[in-house]
Each structure stands twice: as C-alpha cells, then as structure tokens.
C-alpha cells in the first residue's frame, strides 16, 4: 500500500506527471481518489505519460479516478501487465480507470490480466464509465474474466459524446462466477454505446465464453455509431439454459447507426460427446433495429481466409473478404477525416490461427506524435475566442473534434499561430501541431 509519494512519481516544470514505477502508478491511483488523508485530484489540465514498464502483480488495483479522472493519459508504448483487479466494496465502478470524464486515454498495452468480480459493479478491464466527450484511442489489453453482472470486457458504459477507436480487446476466457449464467456480462466490447458516442476502428476475441443472452460487440443498446469493428467468439462453454440465444452479433438493441461491422458466424461448444459448431444460433446483427445498419455480416473460414456471408462496396472497391473489408473501411474513415490504424493478419495466441489485428507499429514507429511537448505553449485554455499556438517553426495545426473529425486545419509559417475558435461547439478537441522538422505533437484544448 501505497502512503507518500514514491520517487518514480515525478511532476515536471510544467505540473505534468511522468510515471516510473508500479507504486508511483498506485500513487496516482490514491491521489485520484483521495486516499489516505489526501486532497481529490482529477488531474484537470495535466497529461501523465508511462516512462518505464509496469508490473501490478505485487497487490490488488483500486481504480484511478473512482469519481473521475479529468486528465491525458499517455501509455507511451510502455505496457502494463500482472494487473489483477477485483470488486472493492464501497465503489460502484472498477476497471484500470474507474470514471473517465472529460480526459484523453492513449496507448496504453495491458498484457496478461486477470479480473476478477465478486460484486455487481459497473465494471471494465480499461474503464467503468466513460463520459463527457472522454476520448479513448492507440488501446490494447489482454485478459483472462471471471465475472458477473453489470461488467463488460473492456469498458462498460460509453456514455455520451465520448469516441472509443483503433482498439482491441483479447480475453481468453470469459467466466461468470459461480455459473452465475442469467446475470452475466453484458457484451463482448461494452454493454452500451449513448447517444453521440463514436465506436470505430476496434476489435473484440474471445476465445471461451460462459451461456449469456448478451454475445454482441455491444451487449445492450445503441445509440450512438459504431462503424468499421468486429468481433470473434470462438468457444462457447455450458449451454444448460433453456432454450438458445441468437447470434446477435453487433448489438441486442440498436437505434443508433452501425456501418461495416463483422461477426462469425461458427461458434463452437460442447455437447458432452464432441466439440461441435452450435446449433441454433440465428444470424442476425442484431435482436431489435430502430436505426440503420449498413453492410453488417456475418463471416466463416473458407479455405483459410475469412469470407463475410455478402460482399460490401467502397467506392468502385467490392470485397467479401474480412480483412479487406476492415482496411477499406478504415480507408473510408481516413477520407472522412478520422485517424485510423491499418489491419494485419496476425496469430491469436489461444486460437492457434489468424484474425486480423490493428497494425501497433504505425504508432510505435512516430512516437513524437503521442507525447505532449514541454516546448509547446497553447493559451488561453480553456477559451472562448481565440487561442494561442507557440512553438518553434510551426507548419500546420489540425484540431479535431471529439468523434476524431477534422474541424479546422490551418497552415503556417512562424512561432506562433493564433486560432479563433468562437464559431466552435463547446466541449474538448485534440489539437496535432506539426512543426517544419516533422515533429508532430498533440495536445487537448478545451472550448467553452
């Protein structure tokens, strides 16, 4: 247990945090909720960046941010693994993050976790709740669950305005506990995406999974756009309830919009004799539509590739083949102004075959682009009118909205650049600043 404050937590000039060890991310985790006599800190207006490798395999997870955490939050290519969490009573969300509002999470790589609930919580491996145009993007976690109601596998609640892309879920095993069937996960990737709220570019694989009625990349309800995502269930343990559920493959509810998504179609279980593909799914997106879907399929193995059950089109470019058909739809999201990662084939570790992966490299590769700068200066922030760029040879500025659609680029020739932002809806934006050497910097700026 974390007490003082250890030396791997260091503030920088500028109040910004960098983490060097597995206490001083526990210190950020007792400062966010304040523990042990300490003053809340949601880390408004600060970005905390990972400097070191992390393992959390010394004790149990108490969540940052149970109420909130209001910051940026910088993986930086550093990996987080022997996180093992479970239910702590007194809180009603868990996860690495409990609440996120108003906050930018980034590549963060979460490797062999294990989660582990023994009370209802509003539950995620990454986060609980995510609100308030919270922007979550650059994320991989790998995970064993047990679990039970109220969780999901890697976020729970996507609540309003909030954007969650380039990401992938993989998780061995999902287990309710105690056979605790009829209240068990609520989806495979989150149990609800809200009104506003942008999902795309993000994968969930699964390779066992306890009966549920909810096998969706959502596992409830839409309302917000899910677009360019798909999921993979491959194992399917203990069908004893009666009767069998639909494949429901996207999401049980949708009134929102779903664009090129993907499901398979093939689940395996045991009957108690073999393991055989199960018998009475129906293939279907989803159970209940009030809104629009659009090249939503299905897909099988055929002779080694995965083949979708009807071929989408993209521009003058058809395909019914799975991993095409993700990297034209994140070429289309790309044309529309989104930033998206490419698809690979890669090895999925517990299923001894290949599904397409978000190709990592692409960050790791143009690291400058995900960290703050010190040498920065944006002011005033928050604003209202007009905001001030400086830095050293600025050549252009892209700010983004918070469903990761440019709003405005300006191009430039100086040290500092000044931006009228009135005409701007209020709320958060994501401002990449790319100076004349072809660093590229990010930075969150708000818009009241």
Not at 154 to 183: G, K, M, W
Not at 301 to 315: A, C, R
Not at 323 to 328: E, Q, R
Request: hydrophobic share 35%; aromatic share 12%.
């Amino acid at each position: 247990m974390v007490t003082e404050q250890p030396e791997g937590y260091v503030v920088d000039e500028n109040g910004d945090v960098h983490i060097y060890s597995a206490e001083a991310l526990a210190w950020v985790s007792v400062l966010s909720n304040g523990l042990h006599g300490t003053e809340v800190n949601t880390y408004k207006g600060v970005t905390i960046t990972l400097e070191n490798d992390i393992d959390l395999s010394a004790a149990r997870w108490y969540a940052i941010g149970v109420n909130g955490f209001e910051g940026i939050f910088d993986g930086n290519q550093k990996v987080i693994s022997g996180f093992t969490m479970s239910s702590i009573y007194g809180t009603y969300v868990s996860g690495l993050f409990g609440t996120l509002s108003k906050a930018i999470v980034r590549n963060i790589i979460i490797q062999d976790a294990k989660v582990c609930y023994f009370i209802d919580d509003h539950a995620g491996l990454l986060a609980g709740i995510i609100k308030d145009a919270t922007i979550v993007d650059n994320c991989y976690a790998n995970c064993n669950y047990w679990l039970r109601a109220s969780t999901s596998p890697f976020i729970y609640h996507i609540r309003q305005n909030c954007t969650v892309s380039n990401c992938i879920l993989y998780a061995e095993t999902i287990d309710p506990v105690n056979n605790d069937i009829f209240s068990g996960y609520e989806g495979l990737f989150t149990s609800m995406v809200a009104g506003g709220a942008h999902v795309y570019n993000c994968a969930s694989i699964i390779g066992e999974a306890y009966f549920s009625d909810w096998y969706g990349f959502v596992g409830g309800g839409n309302s917000g756009k899910i677009e360019n995502c798909y999921v993979y269930l491959h194992f399917l343990t203990d069908n004893s309830c009666s009767g069998h559920p639909s494949r429901k493959g996207i999401v049980d509810l949708n009134r929102g919009e779903i664009y090129n998504c993907y499901y398979n179609r093939d689940v395996l279980y045991d009957n108690g004799v073999d393991t055989v593909p199960f018998p009475s799914f129906v293939d279907i997106p989803y159970n209940e539509n009030y809104g629009i879907v659009e090249n939503t399929f299905s897909y099988a193995n055929d002779n080694g590739f995965w083949q979708l059950k009807e071929s989408v089109v993209f521009n003058d470019n058809s395909t019914d083949n799975l991993l095409d058909a993700l990297n034209l739809g994140a070429e289309k999201l790309r044309e529309e102004g989104y930033a998206c990662l490419d698809w690979e084939m890669s090895e999925v570790d517990f299923l001894d075959a290949e599904l397409p992966t978000l190709d990592f490299s692409s960050i790791f590769d143009n690291t400058q682009e995900l960290i703050s700068n010190n040498n920065v200066s944006i002011y005033p922030n928050p604003t209202e009118n007009n905001i001030t760029i400086e830095a050293d040879d600025i050549t252009q500025i892209e700010i983004y909205n918070t469903v990761g659609q440019m709003v405005e680029r300006v191009d430039a020739d100086d040290d500092s650049v000044e931006i009228n932002v009135s005409s701007y809806n209020s709320g958060v934006y994501l401002m990449k600043i790319t100076l004349n050497n072809g660093q590229t910097f990010t930075e969150k700026v708000v818009v009241r």
